[in-house]
């Protein structure tokens, strides 16, 4: 299939690079008002520029939405009304009432998907398969400032991927109550599933880079690592003592074989062979919706 991007931003070029590389897409497209950053990110991947978003429609069957979030309706809004199978980076749109919009936008025959892009991680495959009846949840998401950040909270920003995670993934379809506090660059919210907290941090102001998921469950803890896509279980303890004075406990630590990825290449190609065989995305619309929803509840609390 053709594909074809329109932004190229730090992400948009990533797509660009990415769609390139796979050989599921036959020729890679880009558009961006800014034409001149267009032919940049042309030149090093070996992608064509289109001039108009009318050449861009034209050529692709399928396309990335990698603009500033404000953006998102008005630029997904055109490419289904053009029939073109639809990639949206997260999140789907700025406000809820824009997704439920863009929603009822959407023909029955047309793959559109949301780039939630730690869904493709192998850490989060890896939990999943693994998780039982957690107790305890925490994610840790925490950045530098970042200049490429524009329109969005850090909520919409960052804690939206371990949204995703905890109420797609671990929790799907549950009900939670939410609590939050915190600012538009730092922010902490507590959502809890039945008995289970799950406690969400993330953060631009950090001077470490931090993409962790902590997992307590009756016999066993389990942690990952988003970035080196590690995965530890450490399994209770089977003897305590003291040793001069000194607490001391004996855990089993297992480490998982992970196949290391670029999680961006599987999420690219997965929705290059949906779009292809006509089938649904595996991050729906309607999840990219409760995501944003989400966000919404939460920053609500962070105002109050």
């Not at 050449?55 to 939405?65: D, G, P, R, Y």
């Not at 850090?154 to 929790?171: G, R, T, W």
């Not at 929705?271 to 006509?278: C, E, K, L, S």
């Not at 649904?280 to 919404?296: I, K």
């Amino acid at each position: 299939m053709d594909a074809g991007v329109i932004g190229t931003g730090m992400m948009g070029r990533n797509h660009v690079r990415v769609y390139t590389e796979l050989k599921e897409v036959g020729t890679t497209y880009v558009y961006d008002l800014n034409t001149k950053a267009a032919e940049e990110v042309a030149a090093a991947t070996g992608a064509e520029v289109c001039r108009s978003m009318e050449e861009f429609l034209e050529k692709v069957e399928c396309a990335s939405v990698v603009v500033p979030t404000p953006y998102h309706f008005k630029i997904a809004k055109e490419v289904v009304a053009a029939g073109v199978h639809t990639l949206i980076e997260k999140p789907l749109c700025l406000t809820a009432a824009e997704c439920e919009e863009l929603i009822g936008l959407i023909p029955e025959d047309l793959t559109v998907g949301v780039g939630h892009i730690e869904r493709f991680n192998p850490v989060v495959t890896e939990i999943a398969r693994i998780v039982k009846e957690p107790l305890y949840v925490s994610f840790h998401r925490h950045n530098p400032a970042s200049a490429r950040v524009t329109g969005s909270s850090v909520v919409e920003d960052l804690m939206i991927h371990d949204i995703d995670v905890a109420f797609n993934v671990l929790f799907p379809g549950q009900e939670c109550t939410i609590r939050a506090s915190g600012t538009g660059d730092v922010a902490a919210a507590l959502a809890t599933f039945g008995q289970t907290p799950v406690y969400l941090s993330t953060s631009r102001k950090a001077s470490k880079k931090i993409r962790s998921i902590y997992i307590e469950e009756e016999e066993r803890t389990i942690e990952g690592d988003f970035m080196t896509q590690e995965v530890y279980v450490y399994w209770k303890p089977g003897a305590y003592r003291q040793e001069n004075g000194l607490y001391r406990q004996e855990n089993i630590i297992e480490k998982l074989l992970v196949n290391k990825v670029e999680p961006l290449k599987i999420e690219l190609a997965t929705f290059v062979r949906a779009a292809r065989d006509g089938k649904p995305f595996p991050v729906t619309p309607e999840e990219g919706y409760s995501n944003v929803r989400a966000c919404e509840e939460i920053c609500k609390r962070l105002a109050a």
